[in-house]
Nanobody
Framework: VQLQASGGGLVQAGGSLRLSCAAS????????MGWYRQAPGKQRELVANITTGDGKNYADSVKGRSIISRDNAENTLHLQMNSLKPEDTAVYYC????????????WGQGTQVTVSS
């Protein structure tokens, strides 16, 4: 699957952004989708993921401020991020995991989120 991330930008602390990740195939066939982020000089960290069963998992750093969702009709993954903090500044990468013999792990190209104080 090909993934196209969008929605990043420059926002002031306390603001909101909605990241989107459009998939090239029916996401109902994808077991897990989510977002990682990588800040300069830091390791990539998991932000949130969601399963086909709508199970959701969030990093402690974004829990309560972010909502991950899947739009199955549009084959798109979303991440609503609220009350943004400067420490949320990073490149955000969406990913997709499909299990099984024809399984794969795919990554989007990344979208930059910059939060100014």
């Amino acid at each position: 699957v090909q993934l196209q991330a969008s929605g990043g930008g420059l926002v002031q602390a306390g603001g909101s952004l909605r990241l989107s990740c459009a998939a090239s195939e029916n996401i109902l066939s994808i077991n897990v989708m989510g977002w990682y982020r990588q800040a300069p000089g830091k390791q990539r960290e998991l932000v949130a993921n969601i399963t086909t069963g709508d199970g959701k998992n969030y990093a402690d750093s974004v829990k309560g401020r972010s909502i991950i969702s899947r739009d199955n009709a549009e084959n798109t993954l979303h991440l609503q991020m609220n009350s943004l903090k400067p420490e949320d500044t990073a490149v955000y990468y969406c990913f997709a995991v499909k299990y099984g013999l024809t399984g794969y792990i795919s990554w989007g190209q990344g979208t930059q989120v910059t939060v100014s104080s």
